[in-house]
């Protein structure tokens, strides 16, 4: 099967009466990473990248070059690590004010225009990462406040103001058309990286299709790393949390590139690395949609013997994951208003790919 053919996520929502009975996911293709750059060299391969994965394309190239540097037993300066940090904030950011757009005001021109200015200085901030861009950096920077504003988002938790479009559609968010049945949750870290990556160069091909951590599926992305950033009590965690997670940390990061982006006061994790023998290295960083990660295996000359990946999207688009847990046995109110919550309920967790949604009852042939 091709990857134009299966460039997508299909969710199947099976109802039997008002109640979700069933939900399944069949997850889109994955790139033969390890097939088409088997023998090549390292540094030919970063170009090529940017091309597979159109999204979190400087994650993708900081955590593969994190991983090769890590097989080689390479250390690389302070200045570097702090300019790939600014790259990963700046398209985490970038992404997220995408996902806004995209999934929630792309029909409303009044936010729609002000989100596309905010996307504007974001983007003109990623490109100023590179090194002697500071006045650039700093003009951009300046101009994200005037857009978040225009926004009605002014506090620093990014809670927006009262009737304006953000607040409204939390608001809509947070009508009881879906009441989910009470769910464990638990988050992926860097406490779980060994374990992943343990796992990636294991002789365990599935693993990277359907990962799991002894039966743990954990959940990956911005309203996770809130819950445990915080350390917040677990309660609802529908659509609405998650949106209002996504404005707090767009709000939090533009603070610190703001602040002049310091990796003395980065997040924990956001980009680690791990050498694993001589030839072995991997690296994860902590892009929009959560975890992601690299592991590299490099013969004698240097060349790739492996690459294998692992996207947030295989956890949360997991068969026994975090999406199917929040949708398994809700109930959804009258159908109309309930079908629309569910695919807000599935839009929330953000796929790097385009998804589709079908719903048939249990009745159905």
């Known amino acids: 099967m091709s990857l134009a053919v299966r460039n997508q996520i299909d969710v199947t929502v099976s109802l039997a009466g008002d109640a979700i009975a069933a939900v399944e996911i069949l997850p889109c293709a994955r790139p033969p990473l390890a097939r088409l750059f088997a023998g090549k060299p390292a540094a030919s391969l ?72 905010l996307m504007e200085g974001v983007s003109a901030l990623l490109n100023s990462s590179e090194p002697g861009c500071g006045q650039v950096r700093r003009e951009a920077t300046a101009r994200v406040p005037i857009a978040l504003a225009a926004l009605g988002i ?29 769910t464990q949750h638990s988050f992926l870290s860097v406490a779980d990286d060994r374990g992943v990556i343990e796992r990636l160069l294991a002789d365990d091909a599935g693993f990277c299709r359907c990962p799991d951590l002894e039966g743990r599926i954990p959940e990956t992305g911005a309203w996770a790393r809130q819950m445990m950033r915080d350390q917040l ?17 767009i709000v939090r ?29 991997a690296a994860a960083v902590e ?11 490099l013969d004698r000359q240097g060349q790739m013997l492996r690459l294998e990946f692992l996207a947030p999207t295989e956890w949360n ?45 249990i009745g159905d042939a």
């Not at 002014?154 to 809509?172: H, M, V, W």
């Not at 992601?292 to 295996?297: D, I, K, M, N, W």
């Open 154 to 182: 002014t506090n620093e938790d990014g809670a927006p103001t009262l009737g304006n479009p953000l607040a409204l559609r939390i608001a809509a968010l947070e009508e009881d058309a879906l009441n989910p049945m009470p």
């Open 233 to 249: 009590t677990l309660g609802r965690s529908g659509p609405a949390e998650r949106l209002k997670a996504r404005i707090a940390e």
């Open 46 to 117: 970063l170009n090529v990248l940017p091309r597979i994965f159109s999204l979190c394309a400087a994650a993708h190239q900081v955590a593969f070059l994190s991983a090769i540097e890590a097989a080689r037993g390479e250390n690389i300066s302070l200045a570097t690590r702090q300019h790939r940090i600014a790259m990963v904030v700046a398209e985490r950011l970038a992404e997220l004010l995408r996902g806004l757009f995209v999934g929630h005001f792309a029909l409303d021109t009044t936010s729609a225009a002000a989100i596309r200015a």
């Open 253 to 281: 990061l533009h603070a610190w590139l703001r602040s002049s982006a310091y990796v003395e006061t980065a997040e924990d994790g956001i980009v680690e690395s791990y050498r694993l023998g001589p030839g072995r290295g």
């Open 317 to 361: 688009f997991h068969a026994r994951g975090p999406l199917v847990r929040s949708l398994q046995g809700a109930v959804l109110a009258a159908k109309p208003r309930g079908l629309g919550a569910v695919r807000s309920m599935v839009a929330s967790f953000d796929p790097c790919v385009g998804f589709t949604l079908n719903f048939r009852e």
């Open 287 to 297: 892009c929009a949609r959560g975890r992601l990660y690299h592991a590299v295996e």
